[in-house]
Structures are given as structure tokens and as C-alpha cells.
């Protein structure tokens, strides 16, 4: 096949990756566990244009150039690698999430372009090795490959660092956006900067596979409230180490840590619910299914507040998908 096209949606950490182990491959310095969503999506085509003399890329529409169309064109370099190939694609992609805000874009685009690319390229890889394979343009792109709740092991070296399906109790998420700008400092230079400057780092990495360790095990007893006391501790955590960088970066904004106080408020009223952010201000709230609208309700005071599911996988799309109703 010379073109293809794959829709992915971005997933969510409840143990979060931060920080690299090797900046080649993409393997992080301990396992993280997500909730792929089932709310913006990430569509991209790959076609194989054999006349053309580089790749192309564009984002909703425009074509992008720099360190983007960079990054893209890098990735496909590495599946021509794997492909045996050496002819130029033409890469189009639509995100329905606004890009840089700490909605895990980059994780939905880099899924969604490893699976359309693996088709384009005749690749024809299973699930694995997908994630293998995204993970090499975006470290959280190797969850957004799992449908639901995925845990990406660390592993020691590229064929044991994928992410796969885990058995999870039913929760939904309340995406609260307080803010749509573009981050000042990217997830890969922050995580440079915190690996050397944050004197907490070293207790980040132990804490960190406690904390999976922790959440693996409470996913297996399908214990809410444990999997989301971890969530929201975990967070601060790795905003914490954040923070302890030089020069700081600090991602959540006052509007994200009134969301976090509401939220635990919320709790003593029986809502049962527990927040999260990654880099950047918006902040996600893990809930019970049947809390889910309350709690979407009230936080809609805070910004534009979402209500989204555990979401499928990254997957192969065609017109028909496309048609069919939402
Ligand atoms: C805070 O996967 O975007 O969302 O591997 O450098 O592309 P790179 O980083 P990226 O970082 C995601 C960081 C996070 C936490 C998480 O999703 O686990």
C-alpha cells in the first residue's frame, strides 16, 4: 500500500513519565501507566510520493517546517530504516486537540503517524512492535498505540520498552482546559533540565517505580480510590521536581491549582474524583462513571470542562470511519 491513513487519541498518565535513560531510543528512567481517551483525535495520511525530493508535513492545513516538520521527517527515516525504503512521504494530519497545551498532542500525532506510516511503508507490524515504533517520536506515543489503560515498561533496551493493555476497573476523566497557549518549555527540554539541575530527581526515579508498582497493583484489585490517591500524589510529585529545576518551570497555573483544591472539596462531598496535569496548566480528573457529570458540572466553572472515556487504540482509518456517526 502506498497510502494510509490512522486515527489515534491521546492518552492521559496517571503515573507519569519524566525523564530519559536514552535520548536516542526514547527509553524512559522508570514505567508510567495512561488512559488512552476516547476525545481528540489525531488523524494522519502517509503517502509515498517517489517523485518528490523530501518529505512534506502539515498540521491542520499548514505545512510546517523547522524543528516539526524536522522531528517528522526523522521518524520516517527511522521506518524507511526498518522498511528497507528510501522514498520521500507526504504527511497529512488533523488534531482535534489544541497542539503544545499539555493535552498529550504529540502523543496522539506520533501514534497515529507510526501506524499509518508502518502501512504506507508495508511494515505490517503488530501491536508491540507499533509501540515500540511510536515510541522512537514521542515516549507517551508508545500508550496511545492501547486502547483503555496501558502501562509502558521501562524496559532496558528497544525491544523491551513498548507499552500493552492492563486490566482496569471503568473510570471516566473530566478534561478541564483553563488555558489553550502554546507551553512555554517543551516536555523533552524540561525533562533535560530536570535530569540536570533538580536535586530530586534521583528520589522522582525510585518514587516513581513505587508508584507504578503501587498502581499496578491497585488496577489488578480494581481499587478506585487507591489508583486515584496514586494519581494525584504522583502529579504533585512530578510537579515538584519541576519546579526544583534551574531556572524553575512551573506548569501549573493558579487556575490549575484551584481546580485541584475543587476537586478535593468536591471528594468531601462525596464526588469521588482525583486530579492530574501534565506540562502544562489544563488539568484531568480521573472519576467514578457515575460521578462522571456531576463533577463535569462543577468544575465547568473553572474552563471548558470535557467529559471523555477509556478510548480504542490507534488504528487504521478509512472514508467509511469517517462517516460513520460519532
Ligand atoms: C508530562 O512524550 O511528550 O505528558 O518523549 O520527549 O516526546 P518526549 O516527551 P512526551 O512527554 C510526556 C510527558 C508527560 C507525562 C506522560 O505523558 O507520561
Given at each position: 500500500?502506498?497510502?494510509?491513513?490512522?486515527?489515534?487519541?491521546?492518552?492521559?498518565?496517571?503515573?507519569?513519565?519524566?525523564?530519559?535513560r536514552?535520548?536516542?531510543?526514547?527509553?524512559?528512567?522508570?514505567?508510567?501507566l495512561?488512559?488512552?481517551?476516547?476525545?481528540?483525535?489525531?488523524?494522519?495520511?502517509?503517502?509515498?510520493?517517489?517523485?518528490?525530493?523530501?518529505?512534506?508535513?502539515?498540521?491542520?492545513?499548514?505545512?510546517?517546517?523547522?524543528?516539526?516538520?524536522?522531528?517528522?521527517?526523522?521518524?520516517?527515516?527511522?521506518?524507511r530504516?526498518?522498511?528497507?525504503?528510501?522514498?520521500?512521504?507526504?504527511?497529512?494530519?488533523?488534531?482535534?486537540?489544541?497542539?503544545?497545551?499539555g493535552?498529550?498532542?504529540?502523543?496522539?500525532?506520533?501514534?497515529?503517524?507510526?501506524?499509518?506510516?508502518?502501512?504506507?511503508?508495508?511494515?505490517?507490524?503488530?501491536?508491540?512492535?507499533?509501540?515500540?515504533?511510536?515510541?522512537?517520536?514521542?515516549?507517551?506515543?508508545?500508550?496511545?498505540?492501547?486502547?483503555?489503560?496501558?502501562?509502558?515498561?521501562?524496559?532496558?533496551?528497544?525491544?523491551t520498552?513498548?507499552?500493552?493493555?492492563?486490566?482496569?476497573?471503568?473510570?471516566?476523566?473530566?478534561?478541564?482546559?483553563?488555558?489553550?497557549?502554546?507551553?512555554?518549555?517543551?516536555?523533552?527540554?524540561?525533562?533535560?533540565?530536570?535530569?540536570?539541575?533538580?536535586?530530586?530527581?534521583?528520589?522522582?526515579?525510585?518514587?516513581?517505580?513505587?508508584?507504578?508498582?503501587?498502581?499496578?497493583?491497585?488496577?489488578?484489585?480494581?481499587?478506585?480510590?487507591?489508583?486515584?490517591?496514586i494519581?494525584?500524589?504522583?502529579?504533585?510529585?512530578?510537579?515538584?521536581?519541576?519546579?526544583?529545576?534551574?531556572?524553575?518551570?512551573?506548569?501549573?497555573?493558579?487556575?490549575?491549582?484551584?481546580?485541584?483544591?475543587?476537586?478535593?472539596?468536591?471528594?468531601?462531598?462525596?464526588?469521588?474524583?482525583?486530579?492530574?496535569?501534565?506540562?502544562?496548566?489544563?488539568?484531568?480528573?480521573?472519576?467514578?462513571?457515575?460521578?462522571?457529570?456531576?463533577?463535569?458540572?462543577?468544575?465547568?466553572?473553572?474552563?471548558?470542562?470535557?467529559?471523555?472515556?477509556?478510548?480504542?487504540?490507534?488504528?487504521?482509518?478509512?472514508?467509511?470511519?469517517?462517516?460513520?456517526?460519532?
Amino acid at each position: 500500500m502506498t497510502t494510509a491513513t490512522a486515527r489515534a487519541f491521546p492518552n492521559i498518565a496517571l503515573v507519569k513519565y519524566w525523564g530519559k535513560r536514552d535520548e536516542e531510543l526514547i527509553l524512559p528512567v522508570a514505567g508510567s501507566l495512561s488512559l488512552t481517551l476516547d476525545a481528540f483525535p489525531t488523524t494522519t495520511t502517509v503517502t509515498l510520493t517517489p517523485d518528490a525530493q523530501a518529505d512534506s508535513f502539515s498540521l491542520g492545513g499548514d505545512v510546517a517546517t523547522g524543528e516539526t516538520a524536522l522531528r517528522v521527517t526523522r521518524f520516517l527515516d527511522h521506518v524507511r530504516a526498518l522498511a528497507g525504503a528510501d522514498v520521500p512521504a507526504q504527511v497529512v494530519s488533523t488534531n482535534e486537540a489544541p497542539t503544545g497545551a499539555g493535552l498529550a498532542s504529540s502523543a496522539a500525532g506520533f501514534a497515529a503517524l507510526a501506524t499509518a506510516a508502518s502501512d504506507a511503508y508495508g511494515l505490517g507490524l503488530e501491536a508491540n512492535a507499533l509501540s515500540r515504533l511510536a515510541r522512537r517520536g514521542s515516549g507517551s506515543a508508545a500508550r496511545s498505540i492501547v486502547p483503555g489503560v496501558a502501562i509502558w515498561h521501562a524496559g532496558h533496551d528497544d525491544s523491551t520498552s513498548f507499552a500493552e493493555p492492563v486490566d482496569a476497573p471503568d473510570m471516566r476523566m473530566v478534561i478541564v482546559t483553563v488555558d489553550t497557549a502554546q507551553k512555554a518549555v517543551s516536555s523533552r527540554e524540561a525533562m533535560r533540565r530536570t535530569a540536570a539541575t533538580s536535586p530530586f530527581y534521583p528520589a522522582w526515579i525510585t518514587s516513581t517505580e513505587q508508584s507504578l508498582a503501587d498502581m499496578v497493583d491497585a488496577c489488578a484489585a480494581g481499587d478506585f480510590t487507591r489508583i486515584g490517591e496514586i494519581t494525584e500524589s504522583h502529579a504533585l510529585r512530578m510537579h515538584a521536581v519541576i519546579q526544583a529545576c534551574e531556572p524553575p518551570i512551573r506548569y501549573l497555573a493558579p487556575a490549575s491549582v484551584a481546580v485541584f483544591d475543587a476537586v478535593a472539596s468536591l471528594r468531601e462531598q462525596g464526588i469521588e474524583g482525583y486530579a492530574t496535569a501534565d506540562a502544562g496548566p489544563n488539568v484531568a480528573v480521573i472519576v467514578r462513571p457515575e460521578h462522571g457529570e456531576a463533577l463535569r458540572e462543577e468544575l465547568s466553572a473553572f474552563g471548558s470542562a470535557r467529559l471523555v472515556g477509556p478510548g480504542p487504540g490507534a488504528a487504521p482509518f478509512t472514508a467509511a470511519d469517517s462517516e460513520a456517526p460519532a
